[in-house]
């Protein structure tokens, strides 16, 4: 329980905890940010993903529990697209950026490593291991990658207009990881979860761990 907030934050899976979000007392979505230039009018500036997703991983908690179950909200604010991601084990996604686009990813079912760096880097550097339960966000201008240990579901929410053409005209292809490199990270990634438990190895479905210990 984080007594500034009296919100309860989530911890992954046989992972490190998740540190609650910094942007503010009243939750990722912060309060509205102001500016003026010289002799112009107070005005409102639009709020971005990043402003509200300050680091990858994405801290999530329980918006409201009762009897009947309990809810934790993906996205508190407006959103540009919403979509489901079935992802099979041993193949990569995304090995592009995004020109002005962001968004977070959150794991359903399954396992994965993310592989994030600058524009025009090209060292690879240890990736983000994601299990069932956890949410992660990529801002634009990131070279990323996703590769999938087991049968992954994902849920994505991102910023702007999420159709294929809209999507396609954002992003910019680079060679982040080759067939080789995947696969060597694929079996990296698999021993690596072995260790953790015989529910997150499987791919199986892990929601249980949101609900707060009372």
């Known amino acids: 329980m984080n ?10 899976p046989k992972g490190p905890e998740i540190q609650p979000s910094t942007v503010g007392a009243n939750g990722p979505q912060g309060q509205d940010m102001f500016y003026a230039r010289a002799g112009e009018p107070l005005k409102i500036k639009e709020r971005t993903f990043a402003d509200d997703y300050p680091s990858t991983r994405v801290p999530l908690k329980i918006n409201h529990e ?17 979509s489901i991601i079935e992802s099979n084990a041993g193949t990569v996604r995304s090995n ?40 992660f966000f990529t801002p634009p201008l990131k070279e990323h990658a996703i590769v999938f240990l087991f049968d992954s579901t994902m849920i994505s929410v991102s910023a702007r207009q999420r159709d294929h053409s809209s999507h396609e005209a954002d992003v910019v292809r680079v060679p982040y990881l080759n067939q080789e490199q995947v696969d060597w990270w ?13 529910d997150v190895s499987k791919g199986y479905r892990k929601v249980e761990h949101h609900k707060s210990s009372k």
């Open 3 to 12: 007594q500034s907030t009296g919100s309860t934050y989530v911890q992954g």
């Open 66 to 82: 009762s009897n009947q179950g309990y809810i934790v909200n993906l996205r508190e604010g407006v959103c540009g697209g919403v």
């Open 96 to 135: 592009h950026y995004h020109k002005e686009d962001s968004h977070t990813l959150y794991v359903v079912s399954g396992a994965l490593l993310y592989f994030e760096r600058p524009i025009g880097q090209t060292r690879i550097d240890q990736p983000l291991l994601l299990t069932p339960g956890q949410m």
């Open 186 to 198: 694929y079996r990296w990634g698999r021993a690596h979860v072995s260790t953790m438990g015989s």
